[in-house]
């Protein structure tokens, strides 16, 4: 989808023109995590990491070879 992103809620779905890095940026730091490079999760969401996934609700979300440590650190740090 290039520079379109879809955002997915719990009421309802929306697509914007924005790069995944913009978007990134515009977010409340601490809340929402990049797992991947396709998806960002928001931290309050997370019921579970199972291996190279994230669990949101009813999806598994991937994780990323290069977004595992961080993932893992920052689960750490908030189960602390």
Do not use: C, W
Request: hydrophobic share 40%.
């Amino acid at each position: 989808m290039r520079d379109y992103l879809k955002i997915h809620m719990p009421q309802q779905t929306l697509m914007t023109l924005l790069t995944m890095n913009e978007f990134e940026r515009s977010l409340p730091k601490g809340r929402f995590i990049r797992i991947h490079k396709s998806y960002i999760a928001a931290v309050g969401h997370i019921s579970a990491v199972y291996g190279n996934s994230v669990e949101l609700g009813k999806e598994t979300i991937p994780i990323g070879l290069n977004y595992r440590e961080m993932v893992m650190n920052f689960i750490g740090k908030k189960t602390r």
